[in-house]
């Protein structure tokens, strides 16, 4: 017989696959799933960092944009900006914003010029309404209005300026370019702002020029003239290709993050493509063995049944790639204010290819291993699988699995922002399943060679993990894969939900205040000791600074950052002290005398030493107030964060500070009952002051963790639903010598109960060896995500961490125990004729 062509092979497959295509649903669930998720993280992700970047002009607010803080530019800067285009400037700072009677919030207010803004347009209740407003009118949020009872027509002060609500903010265009906030929004014009009297010498605020540059002027090219032109300025330079470079961080970090996830989902699911193709091929032993005899060769079996696999999960894969097309649109729907831009729907060429390339590698390595084994085995070996097993797999098959994985991993690692991250997620999941994989070959091993326990249904219980085609490693690494993710997430829940809660000191300040006249802290002192005897301060000044130099080297001649070091993207709190302050200890060199009159001296954090190579004796240059200001460092220390007060990274000697103008700004820790009456009359009393609520701002942080956590959740049990097919797959695939087992032990006098009972010990024991290993698996990967991904704090409920591994025990437990009552009540001569 002639081998069989490709047209012939597949008119074989196509007949057999419509009356067998529920052997082959396992194969396509698990890649259904993966690819969905991974071209759903992927679209949603290209869409919302498209929109940024699509949106840069509107998003900055002009082409290139210079940012200073705590001064405005000079008149030499500004005829410099207005060559290269059109200028527009801003002025944002934090007020009070007072409403009728002692009613006042904390807001971001913002005094823009009559050219605001270039791109874009500023609307308020439907109409264009910045180029002419008022020195004494105020446009306002709707949060701010809801706050304090507003409406247009409505008064509000600010500072020293009572202010007439023009109208309500619909869109304000540059509001993701401006980055994090801790309150509503007010827009004044600039001539209204000044009127405030909020812009006192040291005062905390920051100046901003956008520039539509002229024809032919490359935004990167203006930026590096007005470096050149000015190197000693305190300015931090933005263009149009990054306006919100921390929300495009943010977005591309996460969702490489969950794009990994849903690679290890699907690598976990392909184990199930294998398991379920195995499980398919067996049932159909018989006929490949009648082909066989019938003069079909090995390559016609290979071909016929490769066509079948091959079709489903095309069919899968296409199903995923169109679902995880349409995903993004609904999600995005559902997100709302959310995101910080309204992406617009649409494909996404790359994630969908991407995507699909991922699923057609999995499954082509992980079906070829009972493919070749199918393809290898003589007829009459078909028949004696049962007792005899499937033999190994030729070195080719390994060859061509290794290829199909490399060309994943190289593509993965090739395509990720963070090579070197990518890389140990796809290594710590191979890891694992090697670790599993060899962890189930010892099992069996190790069942083989104990005493037979007297028990029957234990000592039948452990010959099942040892027996002729006992799944014993399918089954270790799907239970095994099953816990570790239970664990892994919940130890990820727990973490991210007590990183505010178990942070949070027992004594933490109830109120941050800000910009405090200098002249003024013994009357500030006395306003807090009047509604608050007992209030415990903590007073210090306050500047903004940027590091422009260090160990030789000048940060804006550096192509890329050191790992971790936040501290070098733009300005920083600086502040002075003739004392160590509250919640730093010093680990390295010594502080300086009270009276010391010397050379500037810094004293730096560990940490942020350690990013930048420093040590003590070594030399910071700092730029405050437009001035650099070489320091030397003098010691090193090891901030507490947790404490939530004044944690400077760079704290300078008094006499290198002491005579710039500056404010300063205090923590007030008091009873929550007293918050409000000191609020009241520190506004009163200091109408440039901004008192912050810490509470407020922990609900902040607390909201956007949420929004991860729920991420997180998604992305993750995708992974456990891949887990649990795996699951479903190993039994699968042991379903039919596990159904001549329970047969002859039935037809010998066994009850079902009894065999049921020898496969409940049989999955116990396999679970309680695994939980242990589970559980450090699972922790492990849940501490990298936690600390060395997101930098938070490692605390996990271990109760909650422990129920949950006993309930994945359970659950899992009761799947393989489910996936055998079918088995028992099959008739005992339909199964003696199927083998």
Not at 32 to 60: F, H, K, N, P, W
Not at 188 to 213: M, Q
């Amino acid at each position: 017989m002639r081998p069989l062509g490709w047209r012939a092979a597949w008119a074989i497959a196509r007949r057999d696959l419509s009356g067998s295509f529920r052997g082959l649903r396992l194969i396509f669930i698990c890649l259904l799933l993966g690819v969905t998720t991974l071209a759903a993280i992927g679209s949603l992700t290209a869409a919302i960092t498209d929109e940024l970047a699509a949106r840069g002009q509107v998003l900055l607010g002009g082409d290139v944009e210079i940012a200073m803080s705590q001064r405005e530019a000079s008149a030499e800067e500004k005829a410099a900006f207005r060559k290269l285009g059109r200028l527009s400037e801003t002025i944002r700072t934090r007020a009070m914003a007072r409403g009728a009677g002692d009613a006042a919030i904390l807001t971001e207010l913002k005094g823009v010029d009559r050219a605001y803004p270039l791109y874009g347009a500023l609307s308020a209740e439907g109409r264009a309404s910045s180029r002419d407003l008022g020195p004494d009118e105020v446009l306002i949020d709707q949060a701010l209005a809801d706050r304090l009872n507003l409406r247009p027509g409505s008064t509000v002060r600010y500072g020293d300026a009572a202010y007439r609500v023009r109208a309500l903010i619909d869109e304000e265009p540059d509001r993701v370019g401006e980055g994090f906030t801790l309150g509503p929004v007010a827009i004044v014009s600039l001539d209204g702002l000044r009127r405030a009297n909020l812009l006192l010498p040291g005062s905390l605020y920051t100046s901003k020029y956008r520039i539509a540059l002229k024809p032919g002027i490359a935004p990167a090219a203006a930026t590096e003239r007005l470096k050149d032109a000015f190197p000693s300025a305190s300015s931090t330079y933005r263009d149009r290709d990054r306006a919100a470079p921390g929300a495009s961080r943010f977005f591309d970090r996460m969702g490489q993050f969950l794009s990994l996830i849903g690679l290890s989902a699907l690598v976990i699911a392909g184990i199930g493509v294998s398991n379920g193709v195995a499980s398919y091929l067996q049932s159909k032993r018989n006929g490949i063995a009648t082909l066989k005899i019938l003069g079909a060769t090995s390559g016609d079996v290979a071909r016929i049944y490769m066509l079948q696999v091959g079709a489903v999960a095309a069919i899968a894969i296409a199903l995923g790639l169109a679902l995880g097309a349409a995903l993004p649109a609904m999600l995005i729907g559902a997100m709302g204010d959310l995101l910080p831009v309204s992406p617009q729907a649409g494909l996404h060429p790359l994630p969908l290819l991407t995507g699909a390339v991922y699923g057609l590698l999995i499954a082509l390595a992980f079906a070829l291993p009972p493919l070749a084994r199918a393809k290898a085995l003589p007829a009459a070996a078909q028949f004696r699988t049962l007792v005899e097993g499937t033999g190994r797999l030729p070195r080719s098959t390994w060859a061509q699995v290794a290829a199909a994985g490399a060309v994943l991993v190289a593509i993965a690692v090739g395509t990720a922002d963070e090579p070197v991250f990518a890389s140990a997620v796809l290594g710590s999941v191979a890891a694992t399943l090697a670790l599993l994989t060899g962890l189930g070959w010892l099992v069996r091993r190790l069942a083989r060679t104990v005493p037979r326990p007297r028990r029957p249904l234990l000592r039948l219980a452990v010959a099942n993990l040892y027996r002729p085609g006992a799944q014993t490693v399918a089954l270790v690494i799907a239970l095994g894969l099953a816990l570790t993710l239970f664990v892994t997430l919940a130890a990820i829940q727990t973490s991210l939900t007590a990183e505010i809660t178990r942070t949070v000191p027992a004594r933490a300040p109830n109120q941050f205040v800000l910009d405090i006249p200098a002249t003024d802290r013994d009357r500030f002192v006395a306003t807090v000791r009047a509604e608050a005897p007992q209030a415990e301060l903590n007073i210090v000044p306050a500047l903004r600074g940027t590091i422009t130099a260090y160990g030789g080297k000048r940060v804006a001649d550096l192509k890329t950052l050191p790992e971790g070091a936040w501290f070098l993207r733009g300005e920083r709190g600086v502040t002075y002290s003739a004392t160590p302050p509250e919640g730093s200890t010093v680990v390295a060199g010594r502080w300086w005398p009270r009276d010391y009159a010397g050379p500037p001296l810094v004293s730096l954090d560990r940490d942020a030493a350690q990013v930048m190579g420093l040590k003590v004796g070594d030399t910071l240059t700092v730029s405050v107030l437009g001035r650099e200001i070489e320091a030397r460092i003098a010691s090193l220390r090891e901030i507490h964060w947790e404490t939530m007060g004044f944690n400077y990274i760079m704290v300078f000697a008094p006499s290198a500070l002491a005579g710039a103008p500056h404010t300063l700004t205090a923590t007030i820790t008091m009873d929550k009952v007293q918050e409000g009456a000191v609020a009241r009359s520190l506004v009163r009393a200091f109408p440039s002051a901004s008192v912050i609520p810490v509470g407020e701002v922990i609900g902040q942080v607390k909201t956007v963790l949420d929004q991860m956590a729920t991420a997180i959740l998604l992305s993750a049990s995708v992974a456990i639903l891949a887990g649990i097919a795996v699951l479903v797959g190993a039994i699968a695939a042991s379903r039919q010598s596990r159904a001549y087992d329970s047969t002859i032990l039935r037809v010998l006098g066994a009850t079902r109960a009894q065999v049921l009972g020898a496969q409940a010990i049989e999955y116990a024991l396999l679970a309680g060896l695994l939980a242990a290993i589970a559980l450090a698996l699972g922790l492990t990967a849940a501490w990298v995500v936690i600390v060395q991904l997101f930098d938070f704090t490692w605390a996990p409920d271990w109760a909650t961490v422990l129920l949950t591994l006993g309930g994945g025990a359970l659950l899992t437990l009761g799947i393989g125990l489910a996936g055998s009552l079918p088995l028992l009540s099959l008739r005992p001569a339909r199964v003696l004729r199927m083998v």
